[in-house]
């Protein structure tokens, strides 16, 4: 059977990276961002991570151009 590809609903990707100069800080801010839950979860998903003193921020999106304002905001 050949693979097919599949168009996933996630088509709009962006990551970010602070670099807060310690793993203390950046989870102070990873802590702080972390209570926030997404307004529209079924359009946008964030995953968050710490490492060597940078906030790493990945989301999806659907394609929705509202949605990607609201993501690059």
């Known amino acids: 059977m050949d693979a097919v ?3 996933s609903q996630w088509e709009f ?10 793993v203390e800080n950046a989870s102070i801010v990873y802590a702080a961002l972390a209570v ?3 307004l ?3 359009k946008v998903k964030r995953h968050m991570s710490v490492s060597d003193g940078k906030l790493t921020v990945h989301f999806e999106a659907k394609p929705d151009s509202s949605v990607h304002r609201l993501v690059l905001l």
Not at 13 to 22: A, F, K, P, R, T
């Open 5 to 7: 590809d599949v168009p």
């Open 40 to 42: 529209q979860p079924d």
């Open 13 to 22: 990707n962006c990551n970010l990276e602070v670099n807060y100069g310690s």
């Open 36 to 38: 926030d839950k997404e």
